[in-house]
């Protein structure tokens, strides 16, 4: 059974960096799509990153500059490198997984994606 779990969520002032995990395990998709995901209260949930099996990766413009996703397969780790947070980065964040049939890009909605995590929330403060 598929599983993801993130961790490394918090409370971090503006300006701060924070970096998430999500381990994920029992996957053994050849290609696929990975992606970090965000849901502020009150909002729909939004593509944040995604990394593919070759590890190209699309950004949000939100957070283009200050963000960054990456994997270690050694460890079945995704993670999301989190700098200069700005109050609006505030949000439960959510990793998740899919085959890369339709591709991989920031803008693949989250009904495309099969397999989720919990969620980790990251409250940043000004």
């Known amino acids: 059974q598929v599983k993801l779990v993130e961790s490394g969520g918090g409370s971090v002032q503006a300006g701060g960096s924070r970096r998430l995990s999500c381990a994920v395990s029992e996957y053994t998709a050849s290609t696929y799509c990975m992606g970090w995901f965000r849901q502020a209260p009150d909002k729909g949930r939004e593509g944040v990153a995604v990394?593919?099996?070759?590890?190209?990766?699309s950004y949000a413009d939100s957070v283009k500059g200050r963000f960054t996703i990456s994997q270690d397969n050694a460890k079945n780790t995704l993670y999301l490198q989190m700098n200069s947070l700005k109050p609006e980065d505030t949000a439960m964040y959510y990793c998740?997984?899919?085959?890369?049939?339709?591709?991989?890009?920031?803008?693949?909605?989250?009904?495309?994606?099969?397999?989720w995590g919990q969620g980790t929330q990251v409250t940043v403060s000004s």
């Open positions: 990394i593919d099996s070759d590890g190209r990766t």
């Open positions: 998740a997984a899919d085959n890369y049939k339709i591709g991989c890009y920031s803008t693949r909605g989250p009904r495309t994606f099969t397999y």
